[in-house]
């Protein structure tokens, strides 16, 4: 059985695991390395089709667990899959449920501990629901993990097989292997046996997916696991990329769970020096502009990151020189754009006083504006990134944007 | 002095005041009869101002209460004006902020009371600002009125010169005099006190704007009062009709304040024939269905009201049915539009099922698409009774939709 994704890599960064390629799916092009935007309730928070396209996306992620409770999957299926229901007519993902079911807290018959409570700056936690309602006393068994909905107290219990039916229902492009998103301050003994679930998990997952001809549209990623450990992570690559059925293995591949901050490009580059060249990678979550030039930097096609939005709704927003908060008192009269580099539409068509006005006023605009800027401003930079590579200027490009990005602090 | 804006009368309704025209303004033109797009902060709640053309608006209006306390009227004509400021090309209005600042409660040195106390049926009460935020303490003198910010508690004192200067520097193409906007319940001999001042304040309207240069692109529309009683609204149409300076009088009519529900008509109707036939007439704050048909049969050539897009944000929704409420359990699994009869942005694109997701999973996108539908329903409406107009078949148009609107109750 042929993928229904191709991926070509048009060229590689010298001395790197970085390239440029491009992702063809069922529903049209990606240019990679691409930043995924955000949809995690089938809606790009505060935005209509219209402008999600407008500011340069190519690629919308829509999540499981949430879409599973509401509206559910079957009457996505009923209205002719994600993107209909949506009115997204450009390719589609969604992930597997397990980041949301797990919390970042896995826990054998406890409560799960949420993700405000690591406060270790050093770590990397990745951000991936737009959405801060998450699922209630998960317990994870070996056969799958059963967690308590955030609307209504009903219990739910999902398997790789059921993770695998419901994005099957929801009809995404590309879709997850259920996995295990461990707590990064689990035991190392801990984070060995998550993996193991995490293992046996995709491996159903992936029979599952072959096993129907429902998803024969759709690409199926697998997720490499492994927390900080070195050992774990490769072991994790490895693993995964030797899986396969008769009808063939993973289209790609998610490279999931958090890292230690100062050490997320070796942890990359430990995965993706261990997966196979010719499939795309996918780095879940993260989407900070020094993170996502260390992740093309290590051969990341993909990222997918809910801070852009999220930041946007609360009025900070980024500019070439750093982030600003919108909110702040001097730009109530400054009728200059967000950022005078920026060609997004809004900073085309609106004052930074407009802005701190809507902001104040609580209007509903306020946060359209200013998430099509950031979303905008990140999927461009990663543009630039590719260009970069394209045109043998990546590393001056990175050292010229990051200097004056974080010159401000 | 020429007037900044252009009215041609282009058939008449046989037997009845109603009319069909054309009215230029310096930032283009609109077909009369026509509704109002409410824009109370600046921004139509909700919507791009792409999304506002889209769906058929020709003119936009905003507040001038609640812009003169934020952002402020300075920071907006810094800004280049209410046009440029939140990046709508076509035509605008402000209001004289008198509708705000009394309440629907005037008084005289006591408490406001609030539009929520008045329980009334019979009586229709205008919408006129989309925004529940009202100022408190208002206290009313021969020479204006003051009031208490909702904001930050502040003072301040609102004259009929206050009232123009600020909507000179907002810089809409058609602004409204200061006027006493009375409450219903209010004595015959408080509306007879409250309408001399009116008139003592479109006079000293009048004459301040046509002594300033600045709003010599601006056209001024005097407002009539005189609540519910048929000598008071005739005496204060003749005595705006009447009104003029060296320069000219007023280059329109708004008619203000509240009716009762079963002869809103006839108050038109008084008014209206009493008013110059030449001059483009507005009436405030009104948008059923029933009411647009009865006001367009009587000579109203513009509408505005908050009610289409506060309902839309609430889940309630325009069909040629009536309305229905897309929160009723009924709507989660149906994928038919909201009205198969609607040309809409949202009728073409999503189906009730999505519709109902995202009013549940409160999704700022819920608010815009039932946003467009409502505009578009409500601003089409009036759109048709224009062409039923120009075609001899108003009468016969009347009564198929409200039979049809009204028969669900």
């Not at 990064?184 to 029979?207: D, G, I, M, N």
């Amino acid at each position: 059985m042929s993928s229904p994704i191709k991926f070509k890599i048009e060229k590689k960064l010298g001395g790197k695991l970085g390239r440029a390629g491009i992702l063809s799916t069922p529903h049209g092009t990606i240019q990679t390395p691409a930043f995924v935007t955000v949809g995690t309730k089938a809606t790009v928070k505060a935005l209509s089709p219209e402008q999600v396209k407008d500011l340069g996306a190519e690629i919308v992620l829509a999540n499981t667990y949430h879409l599973y409770l509401q509206p559910g999957d079957e009457i996505i299926k009923k209205n002719g899959g994600l993107g209909k229901f949506m009115n997204w007519s450009g390719p589609t993902m969604t992930d597997s449920g397990g980041f949301q079911v797990f919390s970042l807290g896995a826990a054998y018959g406890k409560e799960l501990s949420k993700v405000t409570t690591i406060t270790d700056p050093s770590l990397l936690l990745p951000e991936r629901s737009d959405d801060m309602d998450m699922p209630k006393l998960a317990t994870v068994g070996a056969d799958g993990v059963s967690f308590k909905s955030h609307l209504d107290g009903s219990m739910h219990y999902f398997t790789a097989e059921k993770s695998i039916e419901i994005q099957h229902n929801i009809g995404a492009d590309i879709i997850f292997a259920f996995d295990e998103c461990t707590s990064p301050v689990e035991s190392t003994r801990y984070q060995e046996e998550a993996l193991f679930r995490t293992h046996q998990w995709a491996k159903r997952s992936l029979e599952y997916h072959k096993s129907k001809s429902q998803g024969v549209n759709q690409a199926l990623f697998g997720i490499v696991q492994g927390g900080r450990s070195e050992e774990l992570r490769k072991k994790s690559a490895k693993f995964l990329a030797e899986l396969s059925t008769p009808d063939g293995g993973f289209d790609g591949f998610g490279i999931g769970g958090s890292f230690a901050k100062e050490d997320m490009s070796t942890a990359v580059m430990w995965v993706n020096s261990v997966l196979p060249e010719e499939k795309p990678r996918h780095l879940l979550g993260i989407g900070e502009p020094l993170d996502l030039f260390n992740g093309v930097e290590n051969g990341v096609d993909l990222f997918d990151c809910v801070a852009p939005t999220r930041m946007a709704r609360n009025g900070t927003l980024y500019t070439s020189d750093g982030r600003i908060n919108i909110l702040n008192a001097k730009y109530m009269g400054d009728i200059s754009p967000i950022d005078a580099d920026c060609g997004c539409y809004t900073c085309k068509n609106y004052t930074r006083s407009y802005l701190a006005h809507l902001f104040r006023a609580k209007e509903m605009f306020a946060g359209t504006l200013a998430s099509i800027h950031n979303l905008y401003f990140i999927i461009h930079l990663v543009k630039k990134m590719r260009q970069a590579i394209l045109d043998d200027n990546f590393t001056e490009f990175k050292e010229v944007f990051l200097k004056q990005y974080y010159k401000g602090g």
